[in-house]
Nanobody
Framework: QVQLVESGGGLVQAGGSLRLSCVGS??????MGWYRQALGKQRELVAT???????NAGDSVKGRFTISRDNAKNTVYLQMDSLKPEDTAVYYC?????????????WGQGTQVTVSS
């Protein structure tokens, strides 16, 4: 059974930092990433990282958020600095299996990040 388990969310003041972690199990993963969904809005890309370390980030977080991964631990991280109230959302981990038929995508359960002004 493939699982993604996120941790690290919480409440922080504007300008502060948080680090999210997502541990995967059940398969080896290719591209891993983070998405977020604010109340009443569509889910949007935060950042992705390939198995070789190539990254991509949404325009709203470039220069403030950093994605990284540890392939040996099947873990992806999101370091969030200079947080703003508009970063408030549920953050979801996403990962694509690198070996299962059809290379399916999986989602974590989400972790709440709240940034107070």
């Amino acid at each position: 059974q493939v699982q993604l388990v996120e941790s690290g969310g919480g409440l922080v003041q504007a300008g502060g930092s948080l680090r999210l972690s997502c541990v995967g199990s059940g398969t080896s993963f290719g591209t891993m990433g983070w998405y977020r969904q604010a109340l009443g809005k569509q889910r949007e890309l935060v950042a992705t990282i390939t198995r070789s370390g190539r990254t991509n980030a949404g325009d709203s977080v470039k220069g403030r958020f950093t994605i990284s991964r540890d392939n040996a631990k099947n873990t992806v991280y999101l370091q969030m600095d200079s947080l703003k109230p508009e970063d408030t959302a549920v953050y979801y981990c996403n990962a694509q299996s690198a070996i299962l038929s059809g290379f399916p995508n999986y989602w974590g359960q989400g972790t709440q990040v709240t940034v107070s002004s």
